[in-house]
């Protein structure tokens, strides 16, 4: 059992994901936390959302402690909308990738902030924090004063939020009650994308006579889904071919932060772009976004069950309908980009 196990392993990090699926349903009675864990993985990021809690639930309870299992079923109950759930097992998140450096404050878990301050760490990818940030407000409306420990190239975007933002060297001379993780602050709250208001959240406001259409098809070279998520140099070429875009790239655009990118994107009539800080920029902006996505794909933020996200109103996604399948997503989006945006993508 155990070859088999380290065969699908194989397969599965190679992205043969049928035979990869295959032989962990075999080895699903050896250590079940691993197979059948691997498995819930699998049955997520290729969509089958219902079966792969299922799943995880029985790896879970081989192993009641096992933090991959529950952070892939947080993941998974995050996506099918179970956020009181979800976010709880999403805490397994702090024992897979800890922060370098907690603050030596007591952790805030959901207690009275009355008269209080509080510091919120910012984690994860710079989207991830883009769509977390949303919850400041309603934080600031418990505590007295929110202070947010962010990126630098974020500082001047998040500005307009109610608290203090900054960019900490170290720990020293931060002064507050508690401290809480972003992505642990709507565990806290009991808060979902519906508890909170849609977008706008984030960057200026949209141009009086926006124009143009933006478009983004790179990412953080370190992402593990860079082999599904990011279309190969010819599918580049063809996107780049279907119209005159405005290349979103830091490295084409100039940018020294996200908010000189927010300014560029608010001129913009719509943006297209991959899974990436982009597409969230975009988003928390309430500007119509078309994000290109893999069949295969990690994130929890958007629907499988239609092209839309719960977290971002003026989003549609354009999904690939089997593995590597570009051409479908470029036909799709050379009728989005000659049609008019949606009156409901705009608010209306």
């Known amino acids: 059992m155990e070859s088999l196990f380290r065969e699908a392993l194989a397969h599965h990090k190679a992205g043969r994901l049928d035979e990869a699926e295959a032989l962990y349903r075999r080895a699903a009675g050896w250590r079940p936390a691993w197979t059948l864990g691997n498995l819930g993985v699998l049955l997520r990021i290729t969509g089958r959302l219902d079966e792969a809690e299922a799943v995880l639930r029985e790896a879970l309870a081989s192993e009641t402690g096992n933090a991959p299992v529950r952070h892939s079923l947080g993941m998974t109950l995050l996506q099918l909308g179970q956020y009181a759930e979800g976010w709880r097992y999403?805490?397994?998140?702090?024992?897979?990738?800890?922060?370098?450096?907690?603050?030596?404050?007591?952790?805030?878990?959901?207690?009275?902030?009355?008269?209080?301050?509080?510091?919120?760490?910012?984690?994860?990818?710079?989207?991830?924090?883009?769509?977390?940030?949303?919850?400041?407000?309603?934080?600031?409306?418990?505590?007295?004063?929110?202070q947010l420990a962010a990126p630098r190239v974020q500082l001047r975007l998040f500005e307009p939020l109610p608290a203090r933002v900054f960019n900490p060297a170290g720990w020293d001379g931060v002064q507050a009650d508690a401290w809480v993780a972003l992505g642990s602050v709507p565990r806290w709250l009991g808060f979902g994308p519906g508890d909170v208001p849609a977008p706008p959240i984030l960057g200026p406001l949209p141009s009086a006579h926006p124009h143009g259409f933006g478009l983004m098809?790179?990412?953080a070279p370190g992402n593990p889904n860079n082999v599904h998520r990011l279309p190969p140099p010819n599918v580049v070429r063809a996107l780049r071919g279907l119209a005159s875009f405005v290349d979103l790239s830091p490295a084409a655009s100039g940018v020294r932060d996200f908010a000189e990118t927010a300014a560029i994107v608010a001129g913009l009539e719509r943006v297209v772009t991959v899974d990436t800080s982009v597409a969230h920029l975009a988003g928390s902006m309430g500007k119509p976004c078309w994000i290109l996505m893999p069949q295969v794909a990690v994130d929890w933020y958007t629907s499988r069950g239609d092209n839309r996200s719960g977290w971002y109103p003026s989003v549609r996604l354009l999904r690939q309908p089997q593995p590597g399948n570009w051409a479908q997503v470029i036909g799709d989006l050379a009728a989005v980009l000659d049609a008019p945006v949606p009156a409901e993508m705009l608010g209306a």
């Open 217 to 219: 098809v790179e990412g």
């Open 90 to 146: 999403y805490e397994a998140r702090h024992e897979l990738t800890p922060l370098a450096s907690a603050p030596p404050l007591p952790l805030w878990r959901g207690e009275s902030l009355a008269g209080k301050r509080i510091l919120v760490v910012s984690e994860q990818g710079l989207g991830d924090q883009m769509l977390l940030s949303r919850f400041i407000a309603p934080l600031a409306e418990l505590a007295a004063e929110v």
